[in-house]
């Protein structure tokens, strides 16, 4: 791969004008509104298959993790938490109870978007291109 | 340093410097204010020497103590400094003189109050942050920002109510207005003092304000307000009732409820609000199980630890979410997704946060939620009720993975791609992301160092001789936390799969502010109703009562009444005074 970039140096012989370059393509955002940067710290999100393969790699992990049991002397005061796998289980089932619980919360608590009657606007200090005129008060805030 | 220098509480130079601020129409010079006031006021704490009074001040036949630094409030006001320099770069992009000046004034009464060496001097500044704090909200400049300010002003002037009302019970009963811990919720002033700060500390079911204001306030104004309020309240809570046995159970209470309206919860805000409610908690029954004096060392430790790096992770969560609504116009889950692609900083901070505040190995949270439990699970050998208590913290550690450790950055920057495509957020904003994420990592990493690390918070703490004999990594500590962390991790995962999790809907997530909001109002509302209705008919009865009162008057006495029926009212004139003659000659005659 060649670089179009010429050398050329600062009075102490750095090559400045690269580096700033460097910086630049690494924050100017994209025609598509994609910044640089998307790519290099997540670009492997997007593989095909990456949520299947991030479930498997957690199972297998916390596979490891339970056995590791059998090699970690443990020093638990509690003595429910000394039970081989204690905290792993836990924690599954933390989990699953709390997301298996917001499904009737959900439909108990849930009401209409404006059952305050508070209106729906976003507050007045966004991005000014992003504001729209809210048309309440002629003020901008209307969220996107 | 001079002398006047070491006395200025570092919180007045704050307020000062806010005030000058909101004065300032030139936007660098206010920017430069904002910056530099908080940096000396770290200054002046710095060399502030402890456990001495450093300024007092006899008023009104009152000895008030305005500045006194000890190792117990030296680590929240450090944390407050922090906050307000981190605040201050996060709000460079704003050009806004309340707001600024608003936010100075606010954390400086905060600071103020951390350094208070009395109650009437806690109680001034007290109030002072809820009267400041209101324009973060008001700013926001909707129409329910402007309800919310109004219902946020008025629970805080509450909690300052019940606090005076309190201190002048203690005074009148002792004739002292020390900041010394309370025995007992019996003594005179106890109990109103403890509601007062339990309304800042938002305890359950006086926790809706937390929630109502602070997702309604202005993108800066929410990452200010999550810094200070609540966790002054914990300082004071720290330092009036360590080892009050109520707060272990209202601080577990608080860790575990605030776990299913986040989940259910659409607002990010309100999310982080809630998750604000949780981390709270912790410290709380941390304060609960430390009593006073030395005490349990372990708990008061950590409540103070996880007080510092609270401030620091929940302030740069507040940051992110703010950058994503300075940039969408939304934090609603149901609205967001995918925003990696154009603000994969913000993405990456975020995570940062969410690590920290979800206890991972090598992240804040786990060298300072540890202490609390380590300090609970201690207590469980005597007590087998504290066993409860250890399980709902560990309960509720697994729960703020799911809302603040997966939830919020998953529904905002990756998940279903909503198709926005934005510009990252301002190179200020990201600065200070930054600065709260480096300082995220950098206390929580192990002491390869010695003094660094880990080691430098713990030495800060209230009693750092014990902090220095904890450590938190052990292979068992990280093996523990990692199964209890990867373990929910996957069944997120899992669940996500196989449809099972809750699908983020549009909405309004009714909670104990219903009672005030809806019920109490349509109570008044219906109050005033029957009252109209009660003036009517009661006006209407009256006029018709008078009206039959003239009437039979009428048709009694007026000379085409009853009693004119049979003869003129003249000749009855005739007939009386002729009786009245009668009755004069008689009396004539026998005398």
Redesign the interface.
């Known amino acids: 791969m060649t670089d179009d970039t010429p050398p050329v140096r600062d009075a102490s012989g750095r090559f400045v004008k690269r580096a700033t370059e460097t910086v630049n393509a690494l ?1 100017r ?1 994209s025609d ?4 640089p ?2 790519k ?3 670009g492997w ?1 997007e593989a095909k298959g990456i ?1 299947t393969i ?2 498997c790699l ?2 297998l ?2 596979v490891l ?2 056995l ?2 059998l090699l ?7 003595n ?2 000394g039970v081989f ?1 204690f ?10 109870f ?6 009737p ?2 439909s108990l ?8 009657g ?10 000014p291109e ?3 005129p ?1 048309p ?2 002629g ?1 901008s ?4 | 340093m001079p002398l006047l220098l070491t006395q200025i509480n570092p919180g007045w130079l704050l307020v000062v410097a806010g005030l000058l601020a909101m004065l300032v129409s030139v936007k660098a010079l206010r920017q430069a204010i904002t910056l530099l006031a908080p940096m000396g006021a770290i200054l002046l704490l710095a060399t502030a020497q402890h456990g001495v009074d450093h300024l007092s001040q006899d008023m009104l036949g009152l000895t008030l103590s305005l500045y006194r630094v000890d190792s117990l409030n030296f680590i929240f006001g450090l944390a407050f400094l922090l906050a307000a320099l981190l605040n201050a770069v996060y709000a460079l992009h ?1 050009d ?1 003189r309340m ?1 600024d000046g608003a936010a100075l004034v606010y954390s400086g009464c905060a600071v103020a109050a951390t350094f208070a060496g009395d109650l009437m001097t806690l109680f001034i500044f007290w109030e002072l942050t809820a009267v400041a704090s209101v324009f973060l909200v008001l ?7 402007y ?2 300010s109004l219902r946020y002003l008025a629970v805080q002037v509450l909690s300052g109510l019940l606090l005076l009302a309190g201190i002048a019970a203690a005074w009148k009963a002792t004739g002292s207005l020390s900041l010394a811990a309370f025995t007992s919720l019996d003594q005179p002033g106890a109990l109103a003092i403890f509601i007062a700060f339990g309304i800042k500390a938002a305890f359950p079911f006086l926790h809706n304000w937390l929630q109502d204001s602070y997702a ?6 929410a990452v200010v307000l999550s810094a200070f309020t609540t966790k002054l309240a914990v300082y004071a809570f720290a330092r009036i009732f360590p080892g009050h046995d109520e707060l272990i159970w209202i601080g577990a209470a608080m860790t575990v409820f605030p ?2 309206f986040a ?2 919860e659409n607002d990010l805000r309100r999310v982080l609000a809630y998750s604000l409610n949780n981390q709270v908690g912790f410290m709380i029954c941390a304060i609960g199980v430390g009593a006073a004096g030395a005490g349990n060392a372990l708990a008061l430790n950590g409540a103070a630890a996880h007080a510092f790096v609270h401030i620091l992770y929940k302030a740069l969560l507040f940051m992110s979410v703010g950058a994503v ?6 934090a609603k889950a149901s609205e967001l997704g995918g925003l ?6 913000t ?2 901070f975020c995570i940062i946060g969410g690590l920290s505040i979800s206890a991972f190995p090598l992240f804040s949270g786990f060298i300072a939620k540890s202490l609390t439990m ?1 300090a609970v ?2 207590e ?2 005597a007590d087998p009720a504290m ?1 409860i208590v ?1 399980f709902l913290l ?2 509720a550690s ?2 703020v ?2 809302h603040s450790g997966i939830k919020v950055p998953f529904t905002a920057f ?1 998940g279903r791609d909503s198709g ?5 957020a301002p190179f200020n904003m990201l600065l200070a992301m930054g600065m709260a994420a480096f300082l995220c990592i950098v206390v929580g990493l192990p002491a390869i160092v010695p003094g660094f690390g880990y080691q430098w918070l713990y030495g800060l703490l209230p009693y750092p001789i014990e902090a220095a004999s904890y450590r938190p990594f052990t ?2 500590h990280i ?17 996500k ?1 196989l449809r ?3 699908t983020e ?7 104990t502010d219903w009672f005030y ?2 019920a109490g109002f349509e109570a008044v509302r219906w109050i005033d109703a029957v009252w109209t209705k009660a003036v009517s008919v009661g006006a209407q009865a009256a006029s018709w009562a008078g009206r039959l009162a003239q009437g039979q008057l009428v048709a009694g006495f007026s000379p085409r009444g009853a009693l004119s029926r049979s003869g003129r009212a003249g000749g009855m004139a005739v007939w009386t005074a002729v009786l009245l003659a009668g009755v004069l000659l008689v009396a004539f005659l026998s005398g």
């Open positions: 924050s955002t598509e509104g994609i910044h940067m998307a290099v710290l997540f999100t949520g991030l479930l957690t199972g992990l916390s993790l339970i590791a049991d970690v002397d443990r020093h638990e005061t509690i429910a938490a796998g905290y792993g289980l836990f924690g599954f089932a933390a989990l699953g709390v997301l298996l619980a917001g499904w919360l959900g608590l849930r009401r209409g978007e404006d059952y305050y508070d209106g729906n606007t976003s507050p007045a200090d966004i991005d992003t504001a729209e809210d309440g008060n003020k805030g209307g969220g996107a | 704003t806004d707001q700013q926001a400049g909707t129409r329910a920002a309800f919310a309604k306030a202005t993108v800066v104004g776990v299913f989940v259910i609504l300075y940039r969408t116009g939304t990696y692609r154009s603000m994969p900083w993405a990456l380590s699970a201690a469980g050998t066993v250890w560990l309960f697994a729960g993975l799911e990756f926005r495509r934005v510009k990252e292979l068992g093996l523990t936390q990692l199964q209890l962390l990867v373990l929910a991790a996957f069944a997120f995962m899992l669940f799969r099972l999790y809750p809907k549009a909405g309004t997530i009714l909670d909001r809806r």
